[in-house]
């Protein structure tokens, strides 16, 4: 069975850090791009940072450039998001997310849309 | 950026009867297009991806159509457990992915 399972989040104060964990089981980590998806309360779905297979390539949203930084350890099947500079706009619930991979003729393809979510994490930014 | 727009914000349905929700890119997206269902307090599941192919275990009921900028998505009997919100999601464009704000699908 596939799962994802954030950890980390809490209440942190403006300007405070955090880091957020996505620790994977039941697929082949090191197979996929792994996301950060946010979604604040009552609000709709925000992509944050994207990190590559082997943690060549790396995507930030333009609202959290500069304050994040994603990584990845394959051997033990996690993805990390460390969060600094945090402000009362980044509350939301941080979801982990897996890419869709297609598999046709023994050549697999990775999709910037995700099928395997986790639960998510909450992150309360507040004095 | 690719803005991605949703019609109607609400939709009201009754049980048994055909939804159609909307989504507009700002800019074609070819049909690298995603919907997704969310229901309270649950992260978003996959539905449709590629525009029209539905992920692994979603019902038949739901079918994707579409391709550039404008898409649909189509629930062809509602049931009970299908009242919840929809998002569309682009990923023609990696960075960033965006989504669009979601329709709202409520028992009239």
């Known amino acids: 069975e596939v799962q994802l399972v954030e950890s980390g989040g809490g209440l942190v104060k403006p300007g405070g850090s955090l880091r957020l964990s996505c620790e994977v089981s039941g697929f082949t980590f090191s197979d996929y791009t792994m996301n950060w998806v946010r979604q604040s309360p009552g609000k709709g779905l925000e992509w944050v940072s994207s990190?590559?297979?082997?943690?060549?390539?790396?995507y930030y949203a333009d609202s959290m450039k500069g304050r994040i930084t994603i990584s990845r350890d394959n051997a033990k099947n996690s993805v990390f998001l460390q969060m600094n500079s945090l402000r009362d706009e980044d509350t939301a619930v941080y979801y982990c997310?897996?890419?869709?991979?297609?598999?046709?003729?023994?050549?697999?393809?990775?999709?910037?849309?995700?099928?395997?979510w986790g639960h998510g994490t909450m992150v309360t930014v507040s004095s | 950026e690719i803005v991605m727009t949703q019609s109607p914000a609400t939709l009201s349905v009754s049980p048994g009867e055909r939804a159609t929700l909307s989504c507009r890119a700002s800019q074609s997206v070819s049909s690298k297009l995603a919907w997704y269902q969310q229901k309270p307090g649950q992260a978003p599941r996959l539905l449709i991806y590629g525009a029209s192919t539905r992920a692994t275990g979603i019902p038949v009921r739901f079918s994707g159509g579409g391709s550039g900028t404008e898409f649909t998505l189509t629930i062809s009997s509602l049931q009970s457990e299908d009242f919840a919100v929809y998002y569309c999601q682009q990923y023609n464009t990696r960075d960033p992915v965006t989504f669009g704000g979601g329709t709202k699908v409520e028992i009239k």
């Open positions: 990190i590559s297979k082997s943690g060549t390539y790396i």
């Open positions: 997310a897996r890419d869709v991979m297609l598999s046709f003729g023994g050549v697999t393809m990775l999709l910037d849309a995700f099928d395997m």
